[in-house]
């Protein structure tokens, strides 16, 4: 079992950056895909980025491509979310989440058994 604890979030300006942290209690960290997702008020949990065990495969959902940047450091048991460019649509309470029975990219939050309790970004216009 692992347990994840996200950090970063705060309140910014458009245009501006974040970044975020999910901090991993576990010695397996590598084992795990990592995925991040954010949930807006009254809005279903959308995915945002993932990356593979090893950090060489990353994939994101469309609005982000181009702003936002998945990374890990598996010696520190820490996955990063760089956000860049930010939009006051990317308000929303952001996750981390962990999962490692295959090793598929996992788009849908049910693909997921370990989840951080989430951090607020608010982007200001």
């Known amino acids: 079992q692992v347990q994840l604890v996200e950090s970063g979030g705060g309140l910014v300006q458009a245009g501006g950056s974040l970044r975020l942290s999910c901090a991993a209690s576990t010695r397996t960290f590598s084992r795990y895909i990592i995925g991040w997702f954010r949930q807006a008020p009254g809005k279903e949990r959308e995915f945002v980025a993932t990356i593979m065990k090893n950090g060489g495969t990353s994939r994101y959902v469309d609005s982000v491509k181009g702003r936002f940047t998945i990374s890990r450091d598996n010696a520190n048991n820490t996955v990063y979310l760089q956000m860049n460019s930010l939009k006051p649509e990317d308000t929303a309470v952001y996750y981390c989440?962990?999962?490692?029975?295959?090793?598929?990219?996992?788009?849908?939050?049910?693909?997921?058994?370990?989840w951080g309790q989430g951090t607020q970004v608010t982007v200001s216009s």
């Open positions: 989440a962990a999962r490692n029975m295959d090793s598929v990219l996992g788009f849908d939050p049910s693909m997921y058994a370990y």
